[in-house]
């Protein structure tokens, strides 16, 4: 039996007959696009060729490939630092961040615990006794945790942050403060005496009960111990610091408490304590003078009277501050506690983690569910967590995904085409995707440069995949239907299973096939079934058939397709092998094809449904225009966080009583502190009086160093002036002065010459401070230097973070050797810093208005010679808010003049690439526009999928303009045309997509639901829409001309259908046609090839005999056309 020749390959000596009268298809004007096109389209074909004769080693390289890029999954690094994927690379904020890590280290100095107590009746008063009992529980529960690791017990006393513990030469005294000295916790609890139940610590001295805040009496223990000890640095501190009678002094919220010390004012009347009028300005620490907490740190929804007192809140607030893991792991370095454990920062970190997640845990717990007030604890490790489920990947969506999309594939019934036919639109809309993400990474947001450039990494990887390894497994299947193998179980063998039979051009009479450089395709029936032996498949084409053009159609029957496609010839056998019956198939219409042809395309196509259209398209684009215009910037941490939960409800709690925003006015180094301290006060000055800055107190100084150093300097020049006055300092001795004094008298006498560092005739004639308030130049470093040493709480309550620090220097009032005298002055500043508060910002406009009067202060500054930028979270990340707008024009500029760049080359028609451009803009416009209704802002998240937009729309319009421009005929026949040929695919494509996304719909994430699922499934729509119903509309009504022109030769008879002959082929159904085939429609392709291309693969001849219908039987005593044969033997 001759072997059949393979699959593609037309006899080697095959040639069509000549003969005259026939219509010659000739390119018009367009020959060079069609013949670079022809010519790329060769190339694919070779390249398909050689896929297929080597598609095993093709199929095995592509899986290395792609498993060894696979292996960078083991080293994938899931990021959750706020700061490296928010920050703008090589921005002004970066560099400054960059400046701080640099002079700081790379952690804050402490982090916050907060807890929120909110009514649950909504505006129902918290500044009640009852109210702050319960935050009292709440706060107490929370401070008493404790965790256990590495075999330690780590409770709120050994991890918090305390600032500015003195440094005591007692012994006894200086044990004794680190026990006690407390955390820094800002709560209304601290108004009242049972603020002190927070604090944890104790201390023990011998005749006396343990000594806790919550009896202790600082102003009566230096009294007991004045007789055993020195303590008259350590009075002055404390009075400097206005501890007084700490808590103790304080009223109780429960009088009734046996705990409540006599010295509480309402210990003896029993009378609970006005709630508002304690909280009116604010609470204090231990210290009134450093520790202020100031009322919206600790109130929430406050109401005043017209006089401005304070009446009512509806929430309350309390923070504790905890060391960050590099300070907890220098505090417990080289200690006995943890000198067995191997104590490394990492370490600490996780005993804080713990902690916080443990300290949540017990403060969302510790009110029952029926008490009148609800508490919302958040911390660090939360956000953290919350960030950390953020990215995680649910398998079970992905493989829903991929089910669903295969669900779609395998109802295809497609195998795929050729890379000759799909490979220019595949390459041109990957390219087009790929330029997309890659102009999207022009967002300056890491994060979304992230996204960007993955995607189109996976955009190029999946560009390789589909043109070289999809083609081998397609190549392998269709080796499988060669070999009647079944589709899953390969490995068994089915007498009918699916095959691939090739049709070979007929001669066609007297007719001559025209040659061009295009295909010819026709429609026919053949009709397909089991031979007697079911060991093959035979296609038939029924008899007396010739050559007519097509039946007349709603568009019409002028038609030149840039190819056609061989369907798979299917052959049913039903009943026994001996004889079979069919039945016409009666969904062999119901597809998209037919529908677009049949009622799609002419609809649209009409005058009056085209200006409809058009008229509701531009109604869109205005809706659309006004939608962008409510578009507001900004993303809320409340969008990431899922609904419904309690972190969720504390951040809404959080945004809606208590926006303030911990900030600070970094100053840099490259000037002199010293003789800038005039624009140093200016430069605060205009800082403090933007209108977001929250005011300190009328009653309290500016809490910055630079008003403390300079405070502390007139006190002790106050002192020194007391005791010169009165004899007890001399220009010879100080020792019998007050140790305020004694610091003046050594101040006093510095010259700032190292040569002559001493001159003490400037007792008298010099101050430390002038009188316009400033430090004299010489004594600026050196008196920081004591100011450093002599008082910590003052520094602490500055965060000043000097750097470099200033040199440890301790006062000895008692030297004899003169040596004390010598003060080290500090090293020059490159990083100081002043703290503000933010209030007030609740909208993103807020944020800008803020960022800009701080920028400009700090530009101000720049012209007077200060060196200073502003930092914290809201320059952190709202400052791309800045410019962000820019970058999105600016991108998606860009990247429609990539768009018709790449286009315009690939179709090699500007005209087209023009129109799709214009459709696609439409497109952006559309979905910016409808994101303003939806109510979804725009952060740097929809900016990326809007750019991307862009690239994503090519995928919908570029199938319909590249079958306009390969089509011929008038501009609505092409139209319809490109319709019928890619309203299925498009729609395909359309549907995957969706059944893609509703695997996002399902996040718990109400962020990634409303900024990627209905986003993402509004833009599927839109380029629907725009691909098949407006750029249709378009092109027929300004489409380019074709790039085929067919030109008749002969007379207008030629166009006339001839009448049948015998023993030819004809359109349309025979009316001889046997009624037991099945009738199975498919595109017959008469290959009119041009001469072979470079790179072109050409089959050898075969040493077979030719085949030719001739060999065929006949059936029903008609000349048929059949198939059949052995599969081809594997190469």
Request: aromatic share 8%.
């Given at each position: ?11 080697p000596d095959y040639t069509p007959p000549a003969g005259s009268a026939a219509p010659q298809i000739l390119a018009g004007s367009l020959k060079a696009p069609l013949w670079l096109r022809a010519y790329f389209q060769g190339l694919l074909f070779s390249l398909g060729c050689r896929i297929q004769r080597h598609c095993g080693k093709v199929l095995f390289l592509g899986l290395l490939a ?518 016409s198939l009666p969904c062999a219409r119901w597809t998209l094809a037919h529908f677009a042809r049949h009622q799609f395309a002419p609809l649209l196509l009409q005058s009056r449904a085209k200006a409809v259209v058009l008229v509701l398209f531009g109604a869109l684009l205005g809706l659309s225009l006004y939608g962008a215009t409510l578009v507001q910037d900004g993303l809320a941490l ?494």
């Amino acid at each position: 039996m001759a072997r059949r020749p393979p699959l593609g390959e037309l006899p080697p000596d095959y040639t069509p007959p000549a003969g005259s009268a026939a219509p010659q298809i000739l390119a018009g004007s367009l020959k060079a696009p069609l013949w670079l096109r022809a010519y790329f389209q060769g190339l694919l074909f070779s390249l398909g060729c050689r896929i297929q004769r080597h598609c095993g080693k093709v199929l095995f390289l592509g899986l290395l490939a792609f498993g060894a890029l696979a292996l960078g999954l083991r080293v994938a690094i899931i990021e959750t630092d706020l700061e490296q994927l928010w920050v703008e690379v090589g921005s002004r904020v970066s560099q400054e961040l960059q400046y701080t890590k640099e002079k700081l280290g790379e952690e804050a100095a402490y982090t916050s615990q907060m807890l929120i107590q909110t009514p649950r009746q909504e505006g129902e008063n918290v500044l009640t006794p009852e109210a702050l009992r319960l935050h009292l529980q709440a706060a107490l529960t929370a401070s008493k945790v404790q965790v256990s690791l590495y075999g330690k017990s780590w409770d709120l006393n050994k991890i918090c942050y305390k600032s500015g513990v003195p440094l005591i030469e007692n012994g006894m005294i200086e044990r004794m403060i680190e026990k006690l000295f407390p955390c820094v916790i800002l709560t209304p609890l601290d108004c009242f005496w049972e603020g002190a139940k927070l604090q944890g610590g104790s201390a023990y001295l011998p005749g006396r009960p343990d000594i806790q805040w919550t009896n202790l009496d600082p102003e009566q223990l230096l009294e007991e111990l004045g007789p055993f000890a020195s303590l008259e640095g350590f009075r002055e501190l404390l009075a400097k610091a206005q501890v007084g009678q700490a808590y103790v002094g304080r009223p109780c919220l429960n009088p009734d408490d046996p705990h409540c010390p006599p010295s509480a004012p309402n210990h003896h009347s029993r009378q609970a304590p006005r709630v508002a009028q304690e909280l009116s300005g604010g609470c204090h620490g231990f210290s009134h003078k450093f520790m202020h907490w100031q009322e919206e740190l600790l109130l929430g929804g406050m109401a005043r009277s017209p006089q401005g007192q304070l009446l009512r809140a509806e929430a309350l607030q309390s923070t504790f501050l905890l060391m960050s893991p590099r300070q907890l792991y220098e505090h417990f370095r080289g200690d006995y506690q943890t000198h067995d454990i191997g104590w490394s920062e990492e370490q600490a970190g996780t005993v804080l983690q713990a902690w916080q997640r443990r300290f949540v845990q017990l403060a969302q717990e510790a009110l029952p569910e029926n008490a009148s007030q609800q508490i919302h604890a958040f911390s660090s490790a939360t956000l953290d967590d919350i960030l950390q489920a953020f990215s995680e990947v649910s398998a079970a969506r992905v493989a829903g995904g991929y089910l669903l999309m295969v669900d779609v594939w395998i109802d295809e019934e497609r195998m795929g085409e050729c890379l000759l036919r799909t490979g220019p639109s595949v390459a041109l809309t990957s390219i087009n995707n790929m330029a997309a993400f890659f102009m999207a990474a022009l967002v300056p947001i890491p994060a979304l440069r992230a996204f960007s450039l993955q995607a189109a990494i996976v955009v190029g990887c999946n560009f390789a995949a589909v043109m070289l390894v999809f083609p081998a497994v397609l190549s392998l299947d269709l080796h499988r239907r060669h070999c009647q193998r079944l589709d899953v179980l390969c490995c068994f063998s089915s007498p009918c299973s699916a095959r691939v039979i090739q049709i070979l051009p007929q001669e066609l009479a007297d007719r001559t096939v025209p040659v061009g450089i295009a295909h010819l395709t026709a429609t026919v029936h053949a009709f397909a079934h089991c031979d007697s032996s079911s060991q093959h498949v035979i296609t038939s084409l029924p008899p007396q058939a010739h050559l007519v053009p097509p039946p007349s159609d709603p568009l019409s029957s002028e038609l030149f397709s840039p190819g056609g496609s061989t369907r798979d010839l299917l052959g049913q056998e039903e009943g026994t092998r001996q004889k079979a019956a069919y039945k016409s198939l009666p969904c062999a219409r119901w597809t998209l094809a037919h529908f677009a042809r049949h009622q799609f395309a002419p609809l649209l196509l009409q005058s009056r449904a085209k200006a409809v259209v058009l008229v509701l398209f531009g109604a869109l684009l205005g809706l659309s225009l006004y939608g962008a215009t409510l578009v507001q910037d900004g993303l809320a941490l409340t969008d990431v966080v899922p609904r419904g939960t309690k972190e969720h409800a504390f951040l809404s709690a959080q945004l809606r009583y208590f926006s303030l925003y911990e900030v600070a006015l970094v100053t840099q180094g490259g000037f002199d502190y010293a003789h800038a301290q005039r624009a140093l006060f200016d430069l605060h000055q205009r800082f403090s009086s933007l209108k977001a800055v929250l005011p300190p107190p009328a009653t309290q100084a500016p809490r910055t160093w630079l008003h403390y150093y300079r405070n502390w300097l007139q006190g002790i020049q106050a002192a020194f002036d007391q005791d010169w006055a009165s004899g007890r300092i001399t220009r010879h001795s100080y020792r019998n002065g007050s140790e305020d004094g004694a610091l003046a008298y050594k101040l006093l006498i510095q010259t700032g010459d190292a040569r002559e560092p001493l001159d003490f005739s400037q007792l008298t004639t010099r101050k430390l401070v002038d009188t316009e308030g400033l430090v004299p130049p010489e004594l600026f470093y050196v008196g920081l230097t004591v100011w450093v040493s002599s008082d910590p709480l003052g520094l602490a309550a500055s965060q000043a973070n000097f750097y470099p620090p200033p040199p440890e220097w301790l006062h000895d009032k008692y030297d004899t050797t003169g040596e004390n005298l010598r003060i080290p002055a500090a090293q020059p500043l490159e990083f100081a810093q002043f703290p503000f508060l933010l209030r007030g910002l609740q909208k993103t406009e807020d944020f800008v208005e803020a960022i800009e009067g701080a920028r400009a202060a700090c530009a101000e500054a720049g012209q007077a010679g200060v060196r200073a930028y502003p930092s914290g979270s809201p320059f952190l990340f709202w400052e791309q808010y800045l410019g962000l707008r820019r970058c999105f024009l600016l991108a998606v500029c860009i990247l429609l003049v990539c768009t018709f760049l790449v286009c315009a080359l690939l179709l090699l028609n500007p005209w087209t690439a023009g129109l799709i451009v214009l459709v696609l803009a439409v497109m952006t416009v559309e979905l910016f526009g409808i994101m303003g209704f939806l109510g979804i802002k725009l952060s740097a998240i929809p900016v990326v999928i809007l750019v991307a937009s862009v690239g994503i729309g090519v995928e919908f319009t570029v199938h319909v303009a590249l079958g306009f421009l390969t089509t011929q005929g008038s501009r609505n026949l092409r139209a319809a045309r490109a319709l019928e040929h890619t309203f299925a695919p498009v729609t395909d494509g359309a549907v995957s997509t969706l059944l893609g996304l509703l695997m996002l719909a399902g996040s718990n994430f109400d962020f990634i639901v409303r900024y990627f699922f209905v986003v993402l499934t509004v833009l599927t729509l839109l380029g629907l829409l725009h691909g098949l119903v407006l750029l249709p509309v378009l092109l027929s009504i300004l489409g380019p001309p074709p790039e085929v022109v067919q030109m008749y030769k002969e007379s207008p008879e030629a166009l006339r259908p001839p009448a049948p002959r015998a023993g030819g082929l004809r359109w349309g159904l025979s009316p001889t046609l046997p009624q037991s085939f099945a009738r199975v429609t498919t595109s017959m392709t008469v290959a009119l090839h041009p001469p072979p291309l470079p790179g072109a693969y050409i089959h050898p001849a075969s040493d077979e005999p030719p085949w030719s219908p001739a060999a065929t039987p006949a059936a029903n005593g008609s000349s048929n056309l059949t198939s059949r044969g052995p599969c081809p033997a594997p190469e």
